[in-house]
């Protein structure tokens, strides 16, 4: 390992710097329209801490852009948010989005710290594991403190070990024959599964309320209806083996029709949660033993995947979407002479 005195940042470094900074600065504009409209001192005072702390993160990026004698990313700034706007969603529900956050930074941090050779590079995703494990951890207990997080659902203490005795074991739902129950696997990812699309549902009811441009509030309000359909889907499975789905209010909507983010920011925000879902509606399909499962979740996948492109090509239509630093095109430069 080398420290970072003259060393230019790597290609992959560059490109996870860029996409943290995207993510990082959109976040950051959300949390202060949260922290802004929260009225509750618990809830207000945990939200603003985060402004001030995501704000940090923010500004080590672009020393990081500056120091290698880079432009900085646009990423999201003062002007992707209106802070007179009233509340879009109430308090609880920016203690929830935030929660959701810290699970997308985490993975993310990882991710990136992985892909790292230089000092203060590595230190920095440290730094940022550290930040979204203890504030999964404090936002959970929040949550749970006021009564407005549950646990997930409950199955009885297993009582022994068993072994997969038939292929059986992994048939699903037939006319011939009845299916296992689910397995506690199974639980956590269809859990999971439920948990982001609901905060993606309400989220989308928000975003359909404010958007300015008419395709775009068109987008979210289908937006809402995937994420509904994935919640059906993924209870309605649970409940075929006696358990109930967790069922957490997670916070509302209000009924401001005010944007207090820009269409940009939103349409962002939407695409980023739908590849959060899609890679987790992959791991729970790879980890499923069931052969209806992951036919059910592919199924929805192929439809969030459906949904993210074409948010992509709005965004290129409203030249929203910012193109990652490109690579030094050669051959246009030889040209060039």
């Known amino acids: 390992m080398t ?6 940042l790597t290609g992959p470094e560059i490109g996870s710097l860029w996409m943290t900074f995207q ?11 949260f922290s802004e409209t929260s009225e509750t001192a618990v809830y207000h005072d945990f939200l603003a801490e985060q402004v001030g702390e995501i704000r940090s993160f923010a500004e080590e990026m672009k020393a990081f852009f500056t120091n290698d004698r880079s432009v900085v ?27 959701i956050m810290t699970k997308v930074m985490m993975g993310m941090f990882v991710l990136h710290l992985g892909e790292s050779t230089r000092e203060d590079v590595i230190a920095f995703y440290n730094r940022g594991i550290s930040y979204a494990k203890e504030m999964y951890m404090a936002s959970t207990k929040l949550l749970m403190e006021n009564s407005v997080l549950s646990p997930g659902p ?24 009845k299916s296992r129950p689910i397995n506690t696997v199974e639980v956590l990812y269809l859990h999971q599964g439920i948990e982001i699309n609901q905060i993606g549902s309400e989220l989308m009811t928000g975003f359909a309320q404010v958007a300015r441009e008419q ?13 509904q359909n994935a919640i059906d889907t993924f209870a309605s ?33 939407t695409n980023l949660l739908s590849g959060f879902s899609l890679g987790s509606n992959a791991i729970g399909t ?10 059910k979740m592919t199924l929805i996948a192929a439809e969030i995947y459906k949904f993210a492109k074409d948010g992509g090509k709005l965004m290129v239509k409203y030249k929203w979407m910012e193109e990652p630093f490109q690579a030094e095109d050669r051959t246009a430069l030889i040209g060039a002479r």
Request: aromatic share 12%.
């Open 3 to 8: 420290g970072h005195q003259n060393v230019p």
């Open 23 to 33: 993510k990082m600065t959109m976040l950051l504009q959300m949390m202060k329209h």
């Open 73 to 99: 990313p646009e990423g999201f700034s003062d002007r992707d948010v209106d802070l007179d706007a009233p509340a879009l969603y109430n308090e609880i529900f920016g203690v929830s989005f935030f929660r």
């Open 154 to 177: 409950v199955v009885s203490p297993p009582q022994e070990i068993e072994f997969v005795q038939s292929n059986k074991y992994m048939s699903g739902m037939s006319i011939f024959q």
């Open 215 to 227: 395709d775009v509030q068109q987008y979210f309000a289908r937006g809402k209806k995937l994420a």
């Open 237 to 269: 499975i649970l409940k075929e083996s006696d358990i109930q789905p967790a069922n957490s209010p997670w916070g509302r909507t209000t009924r401001s029709i005010s944007a207090p983010f820009s269409d940009k920011l939103m349409m962002y925000c």
């Open 286 to 295: 790879s980890f499923s033993m069931r052969n209806d499962l992951p036919t």
